[in-house]
């Protein structure tokens, strides 16, 4: 197949397909000057080689593609220097627990620092038994959405009010107002497994009954997470966790967290803390503003 043709001079010498395939390319990414020796091996002049691509990034809506892509490819280089950052610590990459974290230590050091934390917490001891032992809480929800695992909110659910009376918040932690902090119900079947999902709002999750296994990806994985690749080496980096009755763990926004429950669950999760900043958001769903508008002639 021929690659180039006889054309106008403002035009590109190219045959429809090969200027596809050159577009494609620069929007990838690839060097100008390795796309100019691949059209010249591919037996495109040298000159026609040159025209062709300064005709493609001249094009407007090429350059306009190029102009966003280029913005893309420096964020998520961007994010591989925090994952190289992250891997350069002292061990291997884990997730910290501590028996007794002060609540300064916790957003110094975790909380603004988008990094999940594990600690012990007497709070579910403060939550009547009776109402919180599993078969009630299953009962509560009805036999067929206590079948699967399900996570909803506590105040906005007739069925779990009596779950609500009395409802203590984790002081210093969390604000104290219990409905301000949104919480929900997390309950899971025996057996229940959870599927990756990202972490819209930072999120602090008390257990109170059975093990939770966890599995989180940080947010700097954001881009290995979308291409999903089946090469090992592009996988992004789990971290694992137990997360047993009595502890609590945050859920960092923007991070990913997966569980399984082989004995089934009970937990609560909370949603504003004890910060004059309100809680932040990561809206995945949000559009993008245009840019400037060009100079009007």
Do not use: I
């Not at 021929?2 to 010498?13: G, L, N, Q, Y």
């Not at 709070?123 to 206590?146: D, H, K, Q, T, Y």
């Not at 929900?184 to 990202?198: C, K, M, Q």
């Amino acid at each position: 197949m021929r690659a180039s043709r006889d054309v106008e001079a403002d035009a590109s010498p190219l045959t429809p397909e090969w200027r596809r395939w050159l577009v494609e390319n620069l929007v990838r990414g690839a060097s100008p000057k390795a796309l100019l020796a691949s059209l010249e091996q591919s037996g495109v002049p040298a000159e026609q080689a040159r025209r062709a691509l300064e005709v493609e990034q001249l094009e407007p809506f090429v350059a306009g593609v190029l102009r966003a892509t280029g913005m893309q490819r420096k964020l998520e280089g961007l994010l591989d220097v925090y994952a190289e950052l992250f891997q350069q610590t002292e061990g291997p990459p884990r997730v910290d627990r501590h028996a007794a974290l002060t609540p300064d230590a916790f957003f110094e050091h975790y909380y603004f620092d988008n990094l999940p934390v594990v600690l012990r917490s007497d709070w579910s001891a403060s939550l009547a038994l009776e109402p919180w032992s599993p078969g009630s809480v299953a009962a509560r929800l009805g036999e067929r959405e206590a079948r699967h695992a399900c996570c909803v909110p506590l105040f906005e659910d007739a069925r779990l009010e009596a779950l609500t009376r009395g409802l203590t918040t984790l002081p210093r932690f969390t604000a104290q107002d219990a409905r301000a902090c949104e919480p929900r119900l997390w309950w899971e079947p025996p057996g229940a497994e959870v599927p990756l999902r990202a972490a819209r709002r930072n999120v602090l999750l008390a257990q109170v009954h059975g093990e939770r296994r966890l599995q989180l990806v940080p947010a700097f994985e954001l881009r290995r997470m979308a291409t999903a690749s089946p090469e090992p080496r592009d996988a992004p980096l789990r971290l694992e966790v137990t997360l047993s009755p009595g502890e609590c763990v945050l859920l960092p926004v923007g991070w990913w967290y997966g569980f399984s429950a082989p004995d089934g669950g009970v937990a609560v999760s909370f949603e504003a803390f004890a910060l004059p900043e309100p809680n932040v958001t990561w809206d995945v769903d949000a559009e993008p503003q245009a840019t400037p508008l060009p100079p009007r002639d």
